[in-house]
């Protein structure tokens, strides 16, 4: 707990027991979770832990960089990995997986980009279809589809 303190004071943020409980679930969780889906979780445990409360954590530690956006379908995903790393979403189930910088590295960006944008950093996101996808498609007899789908 007290290195989760010291992330949250290093961030400029006040440390509370509900965001120390959230970044620990943050930290614990690999599967880039809803704000519903941590509400969820901690809820049997901290049961004076409001959805608002989650949703309004995770915008802070967003702003203050203790995580990032996942740009998946639907709900607000995070991701708790401090690291720099890149996703790969799966087409099929939507499932976000994460890309390690050493196995596929990205290549160096630009300082600025057109119209006086600097670049920050640069996130690559992988279009996929996983295993478990492939293999429900090769059963129904759609994995052809699915492979011209993903060729595109």
């Avoid at 941590?38 to 960089?65: D, M, N, Q, W």
């Avoid at 379908?73 to 976000?96: F, I, N, Q, T």
């Amino acid at each position: 707990m007290e290195r989760r303190a010291e992330r949250l004071k290093g961030s400029g943020l006040r440390v509370t027991a509900p965001r120390l409980t959230i970044l620990a679930a943050l930290e614990a969780d690999r599967t880039h979770p809803t704000a519903e889906e941590i509400h969820a979780k901690l809820r049997t445990r901290h049961p004076s832990l409001s959805l608002s409360t989650v949703y309004k954590t995770l915008e802070a530690f967003l702003a203050a960089g203790l995580c990032r956006r996942v740009n998946a379908e639907g709900s607000l995903r995070v991701d708790g990995v401090p690291r720099p790393h890149d996703h790969a979403v799966c087409r099929g189930c939507g499932r976000v997986y994460d890309v390690d910088r050493d196995a596929c590295p990205v290549p160096r960006p630009p300082a600025r980009l057109p119209g006086g944008l600097v670049v920050a950093e640069v996130r690559v996101e992988y279009d996929v279809v996983c295993p478990r996808c492939r293999a429900a498609a090769r059963r129904s007899g759609r994995e052809a589809a699915m492979q011209r789908r993903a060729a595109r």
